[in-house]
């Protein structure tokens, strides 16, 4: 999802700026002396921070359910910089919450309970500090430091913070200067879009405080159906340094001594926390004495959880050092599932620290006991084989390549995914949501992608869910209109139907320019995947005759291809309820989401060669691809070069430089997707072009630098670019691939031959037995062009039109 027009990889940075960066991060990201340099040691937090990018740098396990990490500020309390809390260009800090999203491009991702040390008096509310003027700390980029597990910064105020995190809990440490007080507010009802409420107890006697907030409204802002709460947060933090005194606060109100407070900040009129409204404590602890540890464990469930996931993962006397060892070994652990060789400092770290952030989310959401609350608002257990429950699917996204790249590497991981979002369907009446926030949906986005997620869970490895009783499920709510379904409310960003409009579906066979969707157009090509990846669904569970079916209607795309859309060319577009077309122009954005209908008409990934023939033929299509991805004086044309050309930072692009390989010009694709590799991708704060969107960006470019990428929705054939590194060997249960392309460089992405197996291969694809089962390829990779490699239009990745179409 797109926040804004990301310009990612047209960075305007002074060499001062990259320095401190670079210092930074060289700090945080370096093994000690004498160690061997390990995957985990060249990831670097800081990517992502800037333009867009949406990431975090906070302390985070591989799925992790806490993720502690900055709040920035820009001087206005209501509005967090960025929607994971941090920019790296807002260097004010007003807490450290413990949850994150990573990428999102909407406002509302957690930001719960942030922990404030000040060196001051609370003689004010901090709710009532709107500026952020008093209870918040400048700082500066070289007294910050990444890395994987491990977060640090010294602020202007004095105060040294050390965050690590657990699985489900997390420790910090706050060394207070000499000589000013040392104090540490907790702002309970500050979570990032605000709560409807908060409460807030401290127990002095036992060095403890406990508490809960009340929140959810992501993208509440965008419309009214989103300004809700639907999860609720609990705390429990120990402390190892005596509480010498307290108080608490509620919207202006400061009550010394106090230990309770209640209060949530509410969500305004236009879903953001009203203005002086919330609730909090704070500690004072001994000026001048020893660090302040607080152990911090959290649940979704009760308080009990929460204390719980605090005793099984940091018990009291756990050291610090032994937090962050835990962490770091299980990112380098995760990391190490893919081990690269060769290639520069810079592209191993942007390699590590994409694959770092495809492997955060969905993130664990069940307690250490197997305990969950669900869609329905009730607490539900683990069954049947299930090792977690997981939450945080931000579908539109994340269908397209990051869940394919996750279950590759962790099947069982994939598995549990694919079973929770089944779980919270079961929850929720039957719906699948296609943007789920903790225990809540939030609709938003376009289509069913939960189809083509599950599809792909599946294709790549993860059997082990209810595949029956996910599809009978899918299968219903994709033939059964219902209520959500013929509403208006949340549209256009946040249409609540799981198939929006269905009914048209039904009977026009497509989506009409006026429906109870974002956009007709870009509905019926969501649709038409999802009905794709359904077909692949029925014929994996037997079930065939819906398998024609489902594939027949992913064939209604073509009744949008409107042959004389221009007087040049035809087009994918809206198309009236009647069957007359409105009026069009390829730069438009009516019926589509976050794209043109330039963009937008490459969308058919399932029936490439269907959409090649619907345009003249192949010749034609490259022509089209060409124009695409040039500008008029043939410069590259990758992002903010205009609608009609493609947009490599957000995901209705990020299929097209595959598709010359369809074409029968697989060097094309081998030359655009290392283009992107070189230019978009960066070890620098802007170094993601765009919203990461829960690692969906980052899994295109390990994809990518790989030298494949699952084009197909739903299935697991794999469509060959060129490795970015000599040799890189894929760890997997069920069969290593081994990549080897001897000689690799940047200015090398041409393929001339290439052996699978020991055998000659000179197909740009690879069938779904080598991704699950392994294999072994080797590359002869060269600087100039072989258009005769791969260039055999039978050889070319399958496609898959309707039935007798």
């Given at each position: 999802?797109?926040?804004?027009?990301?310009?990612?990889?047209?960075?305007?940075?002074?060499?001062?700026?990259?320095?401190?960066?670079?210092?930074?991060?060289?700090?945080?990201?370096?093994?000690?002396?004498?160690?061997?340099?390990?995957?985990?040691?060249?990831?670097?937090?800081?990517?992502?921070?800037?333009?867009?990018?949406?990431?975090?740098?906070?302390?985070?396990?591989?799925?992790?359910?806490?993720?502690?990490?900055?709040?920035?500020?820009?001087?206005?309390?209501?509005?967090?910089?960025?929607?994971?809390?941090?920019?790296?260009?807002?260097?004010?800090?007003?807490?450290?919450?413990?949850?994150?999203?990573?990428?999102?491009?909407?406002?509302?991702?957690?930001?719960?309970?942030?922990?404030?040390?000040?060196?001051?008096?609370?003689?004010?509310?901090?709710?009532?500090?709107?500026?952020?003027a008093t209870y918040a700390s400048d700082f500066t980029h070289a007294d910050e430091q990444a890395r994987a597990g491990d977060y640090?910064?010294?602020?202007?105020?004095?105060?040294?913070?050390?965050?690590?995190?657990?699985?489900?809990?997390?420790?910090?440490?706050?060394?207070?200067?000499?000589?000013?007080?040392?104090?540490?507010?907790?702002?309970?009802?500050?979570?990032?879009?605000?709560?409807?409420?908060?409460?807030?107890?401290?127990?002095?006697?036992?060095?403890?405080?406990?508490?809960?907030?009340?929140?959810?409204?992501?993208?509440?802002?965008?419309?009214?159906?989103?300004?809700?709460?639907?999860?609720?947060?609990?705390?429990?933090?120990?402390?190892?340094?005596?509480?010498?005194?307290?108080?608490?606060?509620?919207?202006?109100?400061?009550?010394?001594?106090?230990?309770?407070?209640?209060?949530?900040?509410?969500?305004?009129?236009?879903?953001?926390?009203?203005?002086?409204?919330?609730?909090?404590?704070?500690?004072?602890?001994?000026?001048?004495?020893?660090?302040?540890?607080?152990?911090?464990?959290?649940?979704?469930?009760?308080?009990?959880?929460?204390?719980?996931?605090?005793?099984?993962?940091?018990?009291?006397?756990?050291?610090?050092?032994?937090?962050?060892?835990?962490?770091?070994?299980?990112?380098?652990?995760?990391?190490?599932?893919?081990?690269?060789?060769?290639?520069?400092?810079?592209?191993?770290?942007?390699?590590?620290?994409?694959?770092?952030?495809?492997?955060?989310?969905?993130?664990?959401?069940?307690?250490?006991?197997?305990?969950?609350?669900?869609?329905?608002?009730?607490?539900?257990?683990?069954?049947?084989?299930?090792?977690?429950?997981?939450?945080?699917?931000?579908?539109?996204?994340?269908?397209?390549?990051?869940?394919?790249?996750?279950?590759?590497?962790?099947?069982?991981?994939?598995?549990?995914?694919?079973?929770?979002?089944?779980?919270?369907?079961?929850?929720?009446?039957?719906?699948?949501?296609?943007?789920?926030?903790?225990?809540?949906?939030?609709?938003?986005?376009?289509?069913?992608?939960?189809?083509?997620?599950?599809?792909?869970?599946?294709?790549?490895?993860?059997?082990?869910?209810?595949?029956?009783?996910?599809?009978?499920?899918?299968?219903?709510?994709?033939?059964?209109?219902?209520?959500?379904?013929?509403?208006?409310?949340?549209?256009?960003?946040?249409?609540?139907?799981?198939?929006?409009?269905?009914?048209?579906?039904?009977?026009?066979?497509?989506?009409?320019?006026?429906?109870?969707?974002?956009?007709?157009?870009?509905?019926?090509?969501?649709?038409?995947?999802?009905?794709?990846?359904?077909?692949?669904?029925?014929?994996?569970?037997?079930?065939?005759?819906?398998?024609?079916?489902?594939?027949?209607?992913?064939?209604?795309?073509?009744?949008?291809?409107?042959?004389?859309?221009?007087?040049?060319?035809?087009?994918?577009?809206?198309?009236?309820?009647?069957?007359?077309?409105?009026?069009?122009?390829?730069?438009?954005?009516?019926?589509?989401?976050?794209?043109?209908?330039?963009?937008?008409?490459?969308?058919?990934?399932?029936?490439?060669?269907?959409?090649?023939?619907?345009?003249?033929?192949?010749?034609?299509?490259?022509?089209?691809?060409?124009?695409?991805?040039?500008?008029?004086?043939?410069?590259?044309?990758?992002?903010?070069?205009?609608?009609?050309?493609?947009?490599?930072?957000?995901?209705?692009?990020?299929?097209?430089?595959?598709?010359?390989?369809?074409?029968?010009?697989?060097?094309?694709?081998?030359?655009?997707?290392?283009?992107?590799?070189?230019?978009?991708?960066?070890?620098?704060?802007?170094?993601?072009?765009?919203?990461?969107?829960?690692?969906?960006?980052?899994?295109?470019?390990?994809?990518?630098?790989?030298?494949?990428?699952?084009?197909?929705?739903?299935?697991?054939?794999?469509?060959?670019?060129?490795?970015?590194?000599?040799?890189?060997?894929?760890?997997?249960?069920?069969?290593?691939?081994?990549?080897?392309?001897?000689?690799?460089?940047?200015?090398?992405?041409?393929?001339?031959?290439?052996?699978?197996?020991?055998?000659?291969?000179?197909?740009?694809?690879?069938?779904?037995?080598?991704?699950?089962?392994?294999?072994?390829?080797?590359?002869?990779?060269?600087?100039?062009?072989?258009?005769?490699?791969?260039?055999?239009?039978?050889?070319?990745?399958?496609?898959?039109?309707?039935?007798?179409?």
């Open positions: 999802m797109r926040q804004g027009r990301s310009v990612g990889w047209r960075a305007r940075r002074g060499a001062s700026v990259a320095l401190l960066f670079g210092a930074a991060w060289l700090l945080a990201g370096s093994p000690m002396a004498g160690e061997a340099k390990q995957p985990v040691d060249e990831v670097n937090p800081l990517i992502g921070g800037r333009h867009g990018g949406n990431t975090f740098p906070g302390a985070v396990m591989p799925f992790g359910m806490l993720q502690w990490s900055p709040e920035n500020t820009k001087g206005t309390h209501a509005r967090t910089a960025s929607p994971s809390g941090y920019q790296y260009d807002a260097t004010r800090i007003r807490g450290f919450s413990l949850t994150h999203l990573s990428g999102a491009g909407c406002r509302g991702a957690g930001g719960d309970v942030p922990f404030m040390p000040i060196t001051l008096p609370v003689a004010g509310s901090p709710s009532a500090d709107l500026a952020d640090r910064v010294r602020l202007a105020n004095g105060v040294q913070v050390e965050l690590a995190a657990g699985l489900r809990s997390g420790m910090a440490s706050f060394a207070f200067p000499s000589g000013q007080a040392a104090n540490l507010l907790i702002r309970v009802s500050d979570s990032e879009v605000g709560s409807s409420d908060a409460s807030v107890t401290i127990d002095a006697s036992s060095r403890a405080v406990t508490g809960s907030v009340t929140s959810g409204n992501f993208c509440g802002y965008l419309a009214k159906a989103d300004q809700r709460s639907y999860y609720t947060l609990y705390f429990v933090a120990e402390f190892d340094q005596p509480i010498i005194e307290h108080g608490a606060w509620h919207d202006g109100d400061v009550k010394p001594k106090a230990t309770t407070a209640r209060g949530g900040t509410g969500y305004g009129d236009k879903g953001f926390p009203e203005a002086g409204k919330g609730s909090g404590a704070w500690l004072g602890f001994r000026p001048g004495g020893k660090p302040v540890h607080v152990r911090v464990g959290i649940s979704y469930v009760s308080l009990a959880n929460a204390r719980a996931n605090l005793q099984a993962e940091v018990p009291a006397g756990t050291d610090m050092s032994l937090v962050r060892g835990k962490a770091r070994e299980a990112w380098n652990q995760a990391l190490s599932k893919i081990d690269i060789q060769g290639g520069s400092d810079e592209q191993r770290t942007t390699f590590y620290t994409a694959l770092y952030h495809s492997l955060m989310h969905p993130n664990v959401f069940s307690d250490s006991n197997g305990e969950y609350l669900g869609f329905d608002q009730q607490v539900h257990r683990l069954e049947g084989g299930q090792h977690a429950q997981y939450a945080n699917f931000s579908g539109w996204d994340v269908y397209r390549s990051q869940l394919q790249l996750l279950t590759w590497l962790y099947p069982d991981v994939g598995s549990d995914i694919a079973q929770s979002l089944y779980n919270q369907a079961r929850q929720n009446n039957g719906e699948w949501d296609r943007w789920t926030h903790n225990n809540g949906g939030t609709h938003v986005m376009s289509g069913d992608p939960a189809v083509p997620a599950i599809a792909a869970i599946d294709a790549f490895g993860g059997h082990a869910f209810d595949l029956r009783g996910a599809y009978d499920s899918l299968a219903k709510a994709a033939t059964e209109p219902t209520a959500h379904d013929m509403s208006d409310d949340g549209c256009n960003v946040e249409c609540v139907g799981q198939r929006p409009s269905l009914d048209q579906w039904l009977s026009l066979h497509y989506i009409a320019t006026t429906s109870h969707a974002w956009g007709g157009a870009a509905e019926t090509l969501e649709d038409a995947t999802a009905d794709f990846a359904l077909s692949q669904l029925a014929a994996r569970v037997g079930d065939h005759a819906a398998e024609r079916r489902f594939l027949a209607r992913a064939g209604y795309w073509r009744n949008l291809y409107n042959p004389a859309a221009t007087p040049e060319a035809g087009y994918i577009q809206n198309r009236n309820a009647d069957g007359s077309w409105p009026a069009f122009a390829p730069d438009t954005e009516d019926g589509f989401v976050e794209g043109s209908a330039s963009v937008y008409l490459w969308m058919v990934p399932f029936d490439v060669q269907g959409l090649f023939d619907r345009m003249g033929g192949r010749a034609k299509a490259i022509q089209r691809l060409d124009h695409f991805f040039h500008d008029d004086n043939g410069h590259w044309a990758l992002t903010a070069a205009g609608p009609l050309h493609a947009e490599l930072d957000n995901e209705p692009s990020i299929g097209t430089p595959w598709l010359y390989a369809f074409a029968g010009q697989p060097y094309k694709t081998q030359e655009a997707v290392r283009i992107v590799l070189n230019t978009l991708w960066k070890n620098v704060p802007e170094g993601i072009p765009g919203n990461d969107d829960l690692g969906e960006m980052s899994s295109w470019y390990v994809w990518s630098a790989l030298g494949m990428y699952p084009a197909i929705p739903g299935r697991a054939e794999l469509v060959l670019g060129s490795p970015l590194f000599p040799r890189a060997v894929v760890h997997r249960a069920g069969g290593e691939v081994v990549i080897e392309a001897p000689g690799a460089a940047s200015d090398k992405p041409f393929v001339h031959a290439l052996t699978v197996d020991g055998k000659p291969h000179d197909s740009p694809w690879l069938p779904a037995g080598f991704a699950t089962q392994g294999g072994h390829l080797h590359f002869d990779l060269r600087a100039e062009a072989n258009p005769r490699w791969g260039s055999d239009p039978s050889k070319a990745p399958p496609s898959f039109p309707p039935p007798h179409g």
